[in-house]
């Protein structure tokens, strides 16, 4: 079994930067790909950025230039640096694993709430 906990959300000004940490642990044999989804209330989970085993990074078009996914594979920690945040970044952000065998994994999620 693998858990994911993620920490680092809060309350932040728009135009300000917050850094978010999710730790893997368990039963972590081998990834695919981990990444970053974001949810608000009555909306579908949408993906902010993915990182694969071999580095190749993706980003929703709605955070390009502004967030940044890194992973410290030694820590077994994956990392999301939002600058420039916006009101509309506002949601539950939510860690993910994909394994090799395509399990997922989710963590319990992490509120950002960005003000006008």
């Known amino acids: 079994q693998v858990q994911l906990v993620e920490s680092g959300g809060g309350l932040v000004q728009a135009g300000g930067s917050l850094r978010l940490s999710c730790a893997a642990s368990g039963s972590i044999f081998s990834i695919r790909s981990m990444g970053w989804y974001r949810q608000v209330p009555g909306k579908q989970r949408e993906m902010v950025a993915r990182?694969?085993?071999?580095?190749?990074?993706n980003y929703a078009d709605s955070v390009k230039g502004r967030f940044t996914i890194s992973r410290d594979n030694a820590k077994n920690t994956l990392y999301l640096l939002m600058n420039s945040l916006k009101p509309e970044d506002t949601a539950v952000y939510y860690c993910?694993?994909?394994?090799?065998?395509?399990?997922?994994?989710w963590g319990q999620g992490t509120q950002v709430t960005v003000s006008s």
């Open positions: 990182i694969t085993s071999g580095g190749t990074t």
């Open positions: 993910h694993l994909l394994a090799r065998n395509y399990r997922d994994y």
